[in-house]
C-alpha cells in the first residue's frame, strides 16, 4: 500500500491505538510523542506484527521549532506518501474554577491542544497540497461542543478545535483535503490519570458505574472515517458511550 499516517500522542491511548489499527491494514506510520521509550516499544511490535515501516520522533508539540524539524527532516518519499495526519496529541489538566486554576495547567493545555495542533498542520498541510490529496483528524471532544462545570480552559481548547476543523474545511476544500473532526464522550485512557496528575483513585472514579468508550472505539471510528471514498467526507462525529447522554449526564448503574 505504501501510505503513510502521520500519529501526534502516540505513545498511549487514542493515538496507540490508531496506529494499531492502521497498521494492521498495512499502512506505514510516523509516530510522534514525548515518551520515547513508549514509541520505540510500540513501532517495534507493529512492525513486527504487521511488516510495516514505523518511524518514530521524540516531540513534544508546544515546540513550534521541533515541530517544523521533524516534518523537514521526513524523506521525500514519506513525503509523497503521506495521506493522513491525525492531531490527536492533547490532555486535560486539572479541574478546578477560573478563579481557583493554576495558570500553569492552562498554558500547557492551550499550547498542547491549541498551539501544538496548529504547528503540526501548518508544517502538513504543504505536503499534502503538493500531493494533491490529504486527510486531516482533529481530536476535539464532546467538552468542544458543551461546557461543563470546571471545564472552562479544557472546553475553551477543544471548542477551539472544533472551529479550527471548520477553518481548515474552508481553507482547503478547492485542493481535495479532507478534514474530520472527532468529538468524543468519555473514554477509559490515561486521559484522567493526566487530568488528576497520577492520582489513580480520582482516575478511575471518572469512569465508576457506566461502560466507558475504549481507544479502539475512535480508533475504529476514525479508520471507518479515512477509509470512506474519494468523494465522500465524514466532517464531524460525536462519538460517545451509550451510557452518557451529552457531557454531563451519565447512566450509572
Ligand atoms: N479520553 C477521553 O475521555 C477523551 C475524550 C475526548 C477527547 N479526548 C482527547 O483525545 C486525545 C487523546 O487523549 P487520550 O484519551 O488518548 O489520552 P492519553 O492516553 O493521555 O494520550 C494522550 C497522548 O497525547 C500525548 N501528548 C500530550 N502532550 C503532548 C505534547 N506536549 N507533545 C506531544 N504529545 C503529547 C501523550 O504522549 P506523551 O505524554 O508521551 O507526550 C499521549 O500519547 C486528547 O487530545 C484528548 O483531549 C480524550
Not at 477553518?167 to 477509559?188: D, H, Q, S, W
Not at 477509509?227 to 447512566?251: E, G
Amino acid at each position: 500500500m505504501g501510505s503513510f499516517v502521520f500519529i501526534t500522542g502516540a505513545s498511549s491511548g487514542f493515538g496507540e491505538a490508531c496506529a494499531e489499527i492502521f497498521a494492521s491494514q498495512g499502512y506505514n506510520l510516523v509516530l510522534v510523542a514525548r515518551r520515547k521509550d513508549r514509541l520505540i516499544e510500540l513501532s517495534k511490535r507493529l512492525e513486527r506484527n504487521y511488516d510495516i515501516e514505523a518511524i518514530i520522533n521524540e516531540l513534544d508539540v508546544r515546540d513550534e521549532m521541533a515541530v517544523s524539524k521533524v516534518v523537514h527532516n521526513l524523506s521525500d518519499r514519506v513525503k509523497s506518501q503521506l495521506q493522513i495526519l491525525i492531531n490527536n496529541a492533547g490532555l486535560a489538566a486539572g479541574r478546578a474554577s477560573i478563579e481557583s486554576g493554576l495558570t500553569s495547567d492552562w498554558n500547557q493545555m492551550i499550547d498542547t491542544n491549541l498551539k501544538g495542533l496548529l504547528y503540526v498542520s501548518q508544517q502538513i498541510i504543504p505536503i499534502f497540497k503538493k500531493n494533491g490529496f490529504g486527510h486531516i483528524f482533529n481530536i476535539s471532544s464532546i467538552a468542544g461542543k458543551e461546557v461543563y462545570s470546571n471545564g472552562n480552559v479544557y472546553c475553551a481548547t477543544k471548542h477551539a478545535v472544533d472551529s479550527l476543523s471548520k477553518a481548515m474545511r474552508l481553507e482547503l476544500v478547492e485542493f481535495g483535503i479532507k478534514v474530520t473532526n472527532i468529538a468524543p464522550g468519555a473514554a477509559e485512557t490515561e486521559f484522567s490519570l493526566v487530568r488528576f496528575k497520577g492520582n489513580q483513585i480520582n482516575a478511575d472514579s471518572v469512569y465508576d458505574g457506566y461502560n466507558p468508550l475504549q481507544a479502539i472505539d475512535i480508533a475504529e471510528t476514525i479508520y471507518f472515517a479515512a477509509t470512506r471514498p474519494k468523494h465522500v467526507t465524514l466532517n464531524d462525529i460525536v462519538i460517545m458511550p451509550t451510557d452518557q447522554a451529552n457531557s454531563t449526564v451519565f447512566h450509572k448503574k
